[in-house]
């Protein structure tokens, strides 16, 4: 008998290409994303040498300022456990308190990095009120108030730009550094004040009006404290995009040309009292104000395209899968691997690039030459201008796509859901014979 011829059958490996290939495809862009996160560390690298030269101008200029006081302190005669006498200080608070001020914004270069400092003149007025009673309410019958002294805490004393004058009903008393209690505040300038005595033991109840012009410098931001029983701060600048912060947001017109905005705080939106001795309130913690805010900066823009790296990648291997597909054209893996360190690559452009003009032109400069590099390497791949000029178009869409969600803050997650959306229903479009093209 003749022997019977068996069929020849296909090797696992020949009828299961396309699936080991698409396998092989996501194990290599899994691996790019170790490349794709040493970028990562780079882009957070350059953004902490960016800080570090804020932190080295602030320290030339004049760093974050936050504005406490005034506060007038008295002190007096305490006895500690083991029977020795020290002296400890009560404090109070203005009735009224009311700032004004301008903010004018600089900015300054330290290297290759962009640093926004201001100028600020700021009128500081307002009046005590009801000290005797609120002295009788702490029940401390020994207050020197002859040794009486007002205190304002300035953060950074750097950024004071001229000599200071208290004008004390009617009486103008120079202040000087640093302040003779530290219980409240570490940094401040303070001046001794005359308080009408009907004896050292007796505080006659009166108003008394203060006020100070403060020209202060610094970087970033300005804040204040509520420290008034009534406080109401009003600042302009022409800084057309502030961050409101701290404990309360307030009243504020915005335009092209600046902001004016407009804080009115009470006592009864604060967690410390108008007057006390011996607790210690951390009064800075109830602060209010802004920041000159530069939005996203180009290291965080940087950071959240870098975020995106396994779209990056992804859709671009895939690509290239669905070419080799449908139009029969071999690729080694190898061709891939360069291919995604091509796309690697193009976050080192970016930063490189933002660093010296701005982010949106490096943006699409660094996607012009990653696109021009890989289109003509795909020209040479499948022998085809036509396929590479397909490839571009495709990685031409990816870049405008991340482009458009790097811009967006508020619809970001929109903009990517809908986007990612598409771009699945589209690989499933494509993909829906694959399995035919597989077994054929």
Same mark, same amino acid.
């Given at each position: 008998?003749?022997?019977?011829?068996?069929?020849?059958?296909?090797?696992?490996?020949?009828?299961?290409?396309?699936?080991?290939?698409?396998?092989?495809?996501?194990?290599?862009?899994?691996?790019?994303?170790?490349?794709?996160?040493?970028?990562?560390?780079?882009?957070?690298?350059?953004?902490?040498?960016?800080?570090?030269?804020?932190?080295?101008?602030?320290?030339?200029?004049?760093?974050?300022?936050?504005?406490?006081?005034?506060?007038?302190?008295?002190?007096?005669?305490?006895?500690?456990?083991?029977?020795?006498?020290?002296?400890?200080?009560?404090?109070?608070?203005?009735?009224?308190?009311?700032?004004?001020?301008?903010?004018?914004?600089?900015?300054?270069?330290?290297?290759?990095?962009?640093?926004?400092?201001?100028?600020?003149?700021?009128?500081?007025?307002? %009046? #005590?009120?009801?000290?005797? !009673?609120? +002295?009788?309410? &702490?029940?401390?019958?020994?207050?020197?108030? =002859? $040794? /009486?002294?007002?205190?304002?805490?300035?953060?950074?004393?750097?950024?004071?730009?001229?000599?200071?004058?208290?004008?004390?009903?009617?009486?103008?008393?120079?202040?000087?550094?640093?302040?003779?209690?530290?219980?409240?505040?570490?940094?401040?300038?303070?001046?001794?004040?005359?308080?009408?005595?009907?004896?050292?033991?007796?505080?006659?109840?009166?108003?008394?009006?203060? %006020? #100070?012009?403060?020209?202060? !410098?610094? +970087?970033?931001? &300005?804040?204040?404290?509520?420290?008034?029983? =009534? $406080? /109401?701060?009003?600042?302009?600048?022409?800084?057309?995009?502030?961050?409101?912060?701290?404990?309360?947001?307030?009243?504020?017109?915005?335009?092209?040309?600046?902001?004016?905005?407009?804080?009115?705080?009470?006592?009864?939106?604060?967690?410390?009292?108008?007057?006390?001795?011996?607790?210690?309130?951390?009064?800075?913690?109830?602060?209010?104000?802004?920041?000159?805010?530069?939005?996203?900066?180009?290291?965080? !823009?940087?950071?959240?395209?870098?975020?995106?790296?396994?779209?990056?990648?992804?859709?671009?291997?895939?690509?290239?899968?669905?070419?080799?597909?449908?139009?029969?054209?071999?690729?080694?893996?190898?061709?891939?691997?360069?291919?995604?360190?091509?796309?690697?690559?193009?976050?080192?452009?970016?930063?490189?690039?933002?660093?010296?003009?701005?982010?949106?032109?490096?943006?699409?400069?660094?996607?012009?030459?990653?696109?021009?590099?890989?289109?003509?390497?795909?020209?040479?791949?499948?022998?085809? !201008?036509?396929?590479?000029?397909?490839?571009?178009?495709?990685?031409?869409?990816?870049?405008?796509?991340?482009?458009?969600?790097?811009?967006?803050?508020?619809?970001?997650?929109?903009?990517?859901?809908?986007?990612?959306?598409?771009?699945?229903?589209?690989?499933?479009?494509?993909?829906?014979?694959?399995?035919?093209?597989?077994?054929?």
């Amino acid at each position: 008998m003749e022997e019977q011829q068996r069929p020849n059958r296909p090797s696992f490996f020949s009828s299961n290409r396309l699936s080991i290939k698409g396998a092989l495809l996501v194990f290599m862009t899994l691996l790019l994303l170790i490349p794709a996160k040493i970028v990562e560390g780079l882009i957070e690298e350059r953004s902490h040498r960016q800080q570090e030269a804020v932190n080295e101008v602030g320290k030339k200029w004049g760093n974050e300022q936050t504005l406490v006081g005034p506060v007038i302190s008295v002190p007096y005669y305490d006895v500690s456990k083991q029977g020795h006498r020290i002296t400890s200080y009560a404090h109070f608070l203005p009735s009224k308190l009311k700032v004004n001020g301008t903010v004018d914004p600089e900015k300054r270069r330290r290297g290759i990095f962009e640093v926004i400092v201001y100028k600020s003149d700021l009128k500081v007025e307002g %009046s #005590f009120k009801h000290l005797s !009673k609120n +002295a009788k309410e &702490l029940g401390i019958p020994n207050l020197q108030w =002859e $040794n /009486a002294f007002l205190r304002m805490g300035i953060s950074d004393l750097r950024g004071i730009k001229e000599e200071l004058f208290l004008n004390w009903d009617g009486q103008e008393i120079p202040f000087e550094a640093g302040s003779l209690s530290k219980d409240l505040m570490s940094s401040a300038v303070s001046a001794p004040i005359q308080l009408p005595l009907d004896s050292l033991d007796q505080l006659q109840d009166v108003a008394h009006n203060f %006020s #100070f012009s403060l020209a202060l !410098k610094g +970087a970033s931001s &300005l804040s204040f404290c509520p420290v008034g029983k =009534e $406080n /109401a701060v009003e600042i302009s600048s022409p800084w057309n995009s502030p961050s409101f912060q701290g404990s309360y947001l307030p009243e504020y017109e915005l335009d092209k040309n600046g902001f004016k905005a407009k804080w009115n705080v009470l006592a009864l939106n604060r967690p410390f009292p108008q007057a006390w001795s011996g607790n210690t309130y951390l009064l800075e913690q109830s602060s209010f104000g802004f920041s000159l805010h530069q939005g996203v900066n180009n290291y965080q !823009k940087s950071l959240r395209s870098a975020k995106y790296a396994i779209l990056f990648i992804g859709l671009t291997f895939l690509g290239f899968f669905f070419v080799e597909m449908l139009y029969k054209k071999g690729t080694h893996p190898f061709q891939y691997a360069l291919v995604g360190f091509a796309l690697c690559l193009f976050y080192t452009l970016l930063v490189s690039f933002s660093e010296h003009i701005n982010f949106n032109a490096s943006y699409w400069i660094s996607t012009a030459m990653t696109i021009a590099l890989i289109c003509l390497y795909a020209m040479g791949i499948f022998k085809s !201008k036509r396929l590479g000029g397909a490839m571009g178009g495709i990685l031409l869409g990816i870049y405008s796509f991340i482009f458009v969600i790097i811009q967006l803050e508020d619809l970001a997650l929109l903009a990517g859901s809908l986007g990612l959306f598409f771009i699945l229903a589209v690989v499933m479009f494509f993909s829906k014979r694959m399995n035919e093209k597989e077994v054929g």
